[in-house]
């Protein structure tokens, strides 16, 4: 069996209770290189701390996450120590926020950012590492003559590019995404969609990627997993969860959808 | 029978029934008992009046719609894989490889030009940027779509271009399998006779089809076998 066989990330009933109060509930997946998959439902339903769970910001209390390291060998992430995690954040993994402000460090210029996660792991060529930052902001369609600029001085539409910018530099096999056009005017969301999709595509990365829109979810996941009160009660391949849905809850999120 | 074990497609008593939970659960039987196969460069098409569950077939035979119960197997890499029982990954596999689908509408991406979307399914397969983009651009001149619209995405077009879009998008991947969806639906003569020599070409090259066609003179042409859809009507 050969690596892309094998899942990158895998989780075993995987759960979060706050107290009485509960996360999410017994969510189990594999996920392939090159796999986009999508978590859909509405505010409360558990995907936003299911993301947490996964990029490892918080520690479940049930189950596990499983990840195929670069030197392909599996292990719980739960037993990684901090700097083996960090390493992962540095190199192996992105994190693309809702909010642009929450993944740039808004002090520094726009090359800066993308340069930064050269830097850390281990460029020291001022010039290569200019040249990968000018390169990166040709591919997210920013002017590089705005490298040196602040990202307090770009728009929203271009904040969220540079911060996929800064994401994909160190060339990550496995994005996290949370709402990544969540704030942003439509005309804006659809090129940064379209953007989105192409990298996907071309560079095979692994996604997972929290959305309550479902024409986000379409248009960018092959895979869709719903969520409702902490679980997962709906998953299957995109359009047909979409076309074909099965659950009560699934075919109300997809008949609530407003044609344009 | 010798020529059940060569087929491309074989579908057996394949059943699907929606049920409307929104509706109190109203319960909407589509098709029961489909059982048909398909070859190697042959074009079955599917007949039967509106609603009878043509389309609705063709969307269980690519793994759009979940096929409630019985067996739909295609032949994918020197093995057969029954959709209904698929996983997701293995039917993204098998839409990658093996079945390609022509259907009704486009559902275009905004921003994406025509050339491009036509070009997709290519460079997804492993062919390069260049040389999709190349043969995307040959098709769609077959096609009659003129070369100044190439780089436009197609939203914009006409239901027409739209469609022959689509045909290109569907035709231009070599898959062994190929659904089609009432491809010549909103063409003019010239047009039609294109995609009848694209489907002629595509048997010459054993490609399996299964097909929706309301025009007589088309069905005519490019039909080697004719399935009654009626026969499948499922009972409420």
């Not at chain 1, 994909?168 to 659809?190: N, Y």
């Not at chain 2, 921003?111 to 979307?117: E, T, Y």
Request: aromatic share 4%; with cysteine.
């Amino acid at each position: 069996m050969s690596m892309m066989d094998q899942p990158l990330l895998m989780t075993e009933g995987l759960g979060k209770s706050y107290g009485r109060q509960l996360g999410c509930r017994d969510v189990s997946f594999n996920l392939y290189e090159g796999e986009v998959l999508a978590i859909v439902g509405e505010s409360g339903s558990g995907k936003s701390t299911l993301l947490q769970l996964l990029s490892t910001q918080m520690a479940p209390t049930a189950g596990r996450v499983c990840y195929r390291m670069r030197d392909g060998v599996t292990r719980d992430l739960a037993t990684l120590g901090e700097a083996e995690r960090r390493f992962l954040y540095r190199t192996d993994w992105g994190y693309v926020h809702q909010d642009p402000a929450m993944g740039l460090r808004m002090k520094v210029s726009a090359g800066a950012n993308v340069g930064e996660r050269l830097m850390a792991v281990g460029w020291e060529h001022y010039g290569r590492i200019r040249k990968s930052a000018q390169s990166w902001l040709e591919r997210v369609e920013i002017e590089v003559g705005r490298i040196d600029d602040s990202p307090h001085t770009y728009s929203g539409g271009m904040r969220q590019r540079l911060q996929i910018a800064r994401n994909l530099v160190t060339e990550p096999r496995l994005i996290f995404m949370d709402e990544p056009t969540g704030g942003l005017d439509v005309s804006v969301q659809a090129r940064l969609l379209d953007l989105l999709r192409n990298l996907v595509a071309e560079l095979g990365l692994a996604v997972v990627i929290v959305t309550h829109d479902l024409a986000v979810a379409r248009l960018l996941s092959h895979r869709i997993m719903v969520m409702k009160e902490g679980r997962v009660i709906e998953t299957g391949l995109t359009d047909q969860v979409l076309d074909d849905p099965r659950e009560p809850y699934t075919q109300l999120l997809v008949s609530s959808i407003l044609p344009a | 029978m010798e020529r059940a074990n060569t087929a491309m497609l074989q579908l057996k008593d394949a059943a699907k029934t929606f049920t409307m939970h929104l509706q109190g659960g109203i319960r909407l039987p589509v098709v029961a008992g489909v059982t048909f196969d398909a070859h190697p460069g042959e074009c079955v098409v599917l007949s039967g009046p509106s609603g009878a569950g043509k389309s609705s077939i063709l969307k269980i035979i690519f793994g759009n719609y979940r096929c409630d119960s019985g067996r739909v197997a295609v032949r994918h890499q020197g093995n057969v894989v029954d959709i209904a029982a698929a996983e997701p990954r293995q039917i993204l596999d098998l839409r990658k490889n093996t079945i390609g689908y022509v259907s009704q509408f486009l559902r275009a991406v905004p921003r994406v030009a025509a050339l491009d979307v036509v070009a997709e399914p290519l460079i997804v397969a492993g062919v390069s940027r260049d040389e999709a983009r190349e043969r995307a651009g040959a098709l769609l001149r077959r096609l009659n779509i003129p070369e100044r619209l190439w780089m436009l995405p197609p939203s914009t077009f006409s239901g027409g271009e739209q469609q022959r879009v689509n045909i290109a998008r569907g035709f231009l991947p070599d898959l062994p399998l190929l659904l089609l969806d009432e491809p010549t639906a909103s063409l003019d003569a010239a047009n039609r006779a294109v995609v009848v020599a694209l489907i002629e070409e595509k048997k010459r090259k054993s490609v399996a089809m299964v097909a929706i066609v309301h025009d007589d003179d088309v069905r005519e042409q490019i039909a080697d076998r004719v399935v009654d859809v009626t026969k499948f009507a499922a009972v409420a």
